[in-house]
């Protein structure tokens, strides 16, 4: 059962103007007769005080709403976990993807070192000091 649903007969049962319902909850009349209304769902401590204020017994509640309560947090729960794991699941790929290119520059930088090894091999002849193909 919405807000609106509850909010509306208690209204009418009790005869009270929008001005007073908006006084004594400290929100405005236009705010009140969104929420009476069903446009705008009220925020749980306003509902509050509105349906207590129209004579309703906030603390009893329907075996109804203890059912959707129950399945709220079954859902929140699912979703909490499922979160987690996409959390998790982005943070390994976060380390696969920094694992790679550290691969990646280790690859390069071995690959520098065989081409500058085979530049001294083939260009650079040490034994008597010239620069030109290896000879023996």
């Not at 009220?42 to 509050?48: N, Q, T």
């Not at 129950?70 to 790929?93: G, H, Q």
């Not at 520098?112 to 260009?123: N, T």
């Amino acid at each position: 059962m919405t807000f609106s649903e509850r909010a509306k007969p208690l209204k009418d049962k009790s005869g009270m103007k929008l001005n007073e319902i908006a006084a004594a909850c400290n929100i405005s009349e236009s705010m009140a007769s969104r929420y009476i209304n069903g446009s705008v769902i009220p925020p749980e401590d306003v509902a509050r005080k509105m349906l207590e204020f129209l004579g309703a017994e906030t603390d009893k509640t329907t075996e109804e709403e203890t059912d959707m309560q129950t399945a709220l947090a079954m859902l929140r729960e699912v979703y909490e976990a499922r979160i987690e794991d996409i959390f998790k699941n982005i943070s390994d790929l976060k380390e696969q993807i920094n694992h790679e290119k550290r691969e990646k520059w280790i690859f390069f930088v071995l690959l520098a070192v065989v081409v500058v090894f085979v530049f001294a091999l083939f260009y650079v002849d040490l034994s008597n000091g010239s620069v030109g193909w290896f000879r023996h």
